[in-house]
């Protein structure tokens, strides 16, 4: 029985060892590695944004207020307004405004102001004023002095008015600046007096008359001198009128003279004489309603007999008073 199975492990074994003597004809199958493996992330997707128009919304909102009842009482009610119509002043009381003043200030200064009226300012109106002032100082001749005076009045008739007015001035200074102890003046060498007269008349209209006119002559004479009898003279003559042609339009023509003279006389031995004249006309036409106003015309100006002729524009222009200013933001 056992060698049974010695045989057996014979069989079973000889072919293998054949199978060891023979050559491997098979083919081997091969991985070829290329690369090395590298994780690697995915790019991320990037979005785009394109601006598209919103679609109108033509719902119309449907909104609720609730409003709290008013249960506030006032103790005070507004007043109504009656508006009347102003009844006119057909009395005129100017006789009766006098007034003095007096006073009295440190550095001895003394100050009288006066002024008194006179007439019924119906046919005729007289004012007077005048007043003074002076003071001294205290250092030697700081003095000075002021003096006015004026009358003026005017005499009305049925049509028109005739007006005039005088007046004085005079002004003492005294030149007190210089050293006292080194120089000796008298007070009568340091003074500089300054005078002035004015004398002026006219005669104008009171109202429109029949043909539309209006018109306002008048003269002015300066005479303004120091205490070394230098003068300087003036006169001046205006006469303007204005034509009325209808409720929007009107013709203005005005003449103006102007002549003064400056004189050394009694003072330079050579007399040294100086004289400026001027004179000009302004025809002028006005249109004139209550929002815009305007005047177009020209000035013909003779200075000393040199031509100069300037155009005359002006130009008005009245805004409502209801005017708002809004932001562009609202």
């Known amino acids: 029985m056992g060698t049974k199975i010695i045989i057996t492990g014979l069989i079973f074994c000889l072919p293998g060892l054949a199978s060891f003597a023979q050559k491997d004809t098979t083919k081997k199958q091969t991985i070829d590695i290329t690369s ?12 785009n ?13 449907y909104l609720t207020y609730t409003i709290p009842p008013q249960n506030l009482f006032y103790t005070y009610q507004p007043m109504a307004l009656k508006p009347l119509a102003l009844t006119q002043d057909t009395t005129v009381d100017l006789g009766v405004r006098n007034f003095v003043k007096v006073g009295f200030g440190n550095y001895t200064t003394p100050f009288v102001s006066a002024g008194f009226s006179f007439g019924d300012g119906k046919k ?15 250092i030697q001749y700081q003095d000075y002095s002021q003096f006015n005076a004026r009358v003026s009045g005017s005499f009305f008739t049925a049509r028109n008015e005739v007006y005039g007015s005088v ?6 200074y005294y030149l007190y600046g210089y050293n006292h102890n080194d120089y000796t003046y008298t007070k009568a060498e340091l003074l500089q007096q300054f005078s002035d007269i004015k004398l002026k008349v006219g005669f104008k209209n009171k109202d429109v008359n029949e043909t539309g006119i209006n018109y306002n002559p008048n003269v002015e004479i300066n005479i303004f001198s120091n205490q070394n009898k230098l003068t300087e003279n003036s006169i001046i003559a205006e006469v303007p009128a204005e034509k009325t042609i209808n409720d929007v339009l009107s013709l203005k023509l005005g003449f103006k003279a102007d002549m003064t003279r400056y004189s050394t006389e009694g003072y330079i031995p050579n007399n040294f004489k100086v004289h400026n004249d001027i004179y000009s006309i302004a025809p002028e036409l006005v249109y ?14 003779w200075n000393n007999g040199d031509l100069s002729v300037l155009p005359i524009f002006m130009l008005k222009l009245k805004l409502r008073t209801n005017l708002f200013w809004c932001r562009p933001d609202g």
Do not use: C, E, M, W
């Open 124 to 138: 005729s109106l007289v004012n007077v004023y005048t007043n003074y002032i002076s003071s001294k100082g205290k």
């Open 288 to 301: 004139a309603q209550p929002l815009l106003s305007v005047h177009v015309g020209l000035s013909p100006t």
């Open 167 to 172: 007046g004085f001035s005079q002004d003492n």
């Open 49 to 61: 944004f394109s601006a598209v128009n919103l679609n109108a919304d033509t719902s119309r909102p």
């Open 36 to 47: 090395s493996y590298k994780p690697v992330l995915r790019n991320a997707v990037k979005i």
